[in-house]
């Protein structure tokens, strides 16, 4: 009889180790992080995505993981769902700026941290979260407004200026607008005479550059919010039958692998890097706020830009 209970209880157990996913490997730390991701739009978001894949593996973090598929509609679902299955972190990268208290509010109530990633939001109440880990995007705008100020420094002509801008409403559209406006307006002969929203993606970045074109109006300088849509624009400029980066010179923000190749091709003349390696300060960042521990409010990612002689030299060690 005695054996028979002890056999009971073993499954037991087990059954119950099985369910709560206790015991494993992934697991190891016993904390589960809910991440919300915006999409898989451009070559920084899949290395951004990667990152935190590989870094909860490494820190035993057990991660659900949800793309929103650009759609905030689809984050607000998938927060709410974090909540319910009671994970100890929740994370994500808004794909918009604007509309989050209430969703936000609902994972305070249930006592459940946030951390944003990447993007920020625009809520008032900052104790909605519990930090922000990303970059400066109005630096980001300032750096590319500071190589188009450098180029034509000693040009007295008007510079006309196109720009593909993100996602419309999120953070980094409107932070490297704001930031690269800044700059750029302090002298008149710059002159933005297109803009328009590319979506971050390569496809719309081809499709916006030949409605550009179309239109007849000269562009010296292409400032592209992202280098994916910088991409889409160099394959419709050598389609028009112009040279990228000599009759139209671009200036973009991340830093992938095939920007760097354009620059050193001569396609592209300048690049502001956006680092979308956050997975590990990221896993760390959880276990801390799980303990309790206290973090800064606003984690800012150091970044670099790139001349194409430093992309020569970056290549062969870019990881993305
Ligand atoms: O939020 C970061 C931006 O989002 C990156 O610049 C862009 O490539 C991505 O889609």
């Not at 704001?178 to 302090?186: D, K, M, P, Q, T």
Request: glycine share 8%; hydrophobic share 40%; charged share 25%.
């Amino acid at each position: 009889m005695f054996k028979r209970l002890v056999i009971v209880a073993t499954a037991l157990t087990l059954t119950a180790a099985a369910a709560t996913g206790c015991g494993g490997a992934a697991d190891s730390g016993g904390t589960t992080l809910g991440f919300s991701q915006v999409g898989a739009e451009s070559g920084w978001r899949t290395a951004n995505t990667q990152s935190i894949q590989d870094s909860a593996k490494a820190a035993g973090i057990n991660l659900k993981f949800a793309d929103a598929q650009q759609k905030q509609e689809n984050q607000i679902k998938a927060i709410r769902s974090f909540i319910q299955q009671r994970v100890d972190v929740i994370a994500f990268s808004p794909v918009v700026e604007s509309g989050w208290d209430t969703v936000l509010k609902e994972a305070k109530d249930a006592k459940i941290p946030v951390i944003l990633t990447d993007r920020a939001v625009d809520s008032k109440d900052t104790t909605l979260y519990a930090t922000f880990l990303g970059s400066d995007f109005v630096e980001e705008g300032k750096k590319a407004a500071q190589y188009v100020i450098d180029t034509y420094r000693s040009s007295n002509e008007t510079v006309n200026i196109a720009e593909l801008q993100g996602t419309t409403g999120s953070a980094p559209a409107i932070d490297r607008k704001e930031g690269f406006l800044g700059l750029i307006s302090a002298d008149p002969k710059f002159k933005i005479v297109a803009s328009q929203t590319g979506d971050f993606t390569r496809a719309k970045g081809k499709e916006v550059m030949q409605a550009f074109l179309a239109s007849r109006q000269k562009i010296d300088v292409l400032f592209a919010h992202n280098d994916d849509m910088a991409l889409g624009a160099i394959q419709a400029i050598e389609e028009a039958g112009l040279a990228p980066g000599k009759d139209i010179k671009i200036v973009s923000i991340d830093g992938v692998r095939d920007a760097l190749k354009a620059l050193v091709d001569g396609k592209k003349n300048f690049v502001v890097e956006c680092n979308p390696l956050l997975g590990p300060q990221l896993m760390d960042l959880v276990g801390k706020v799980k303990a309790g521990q206290p973090v800064p409010h606003r984690i800012v990612t150091e970044e670099t830009t790139f001349t194409p002689e430093q992309a020569v030299a970056a290549l062969p060690g870019r990881q993305y």
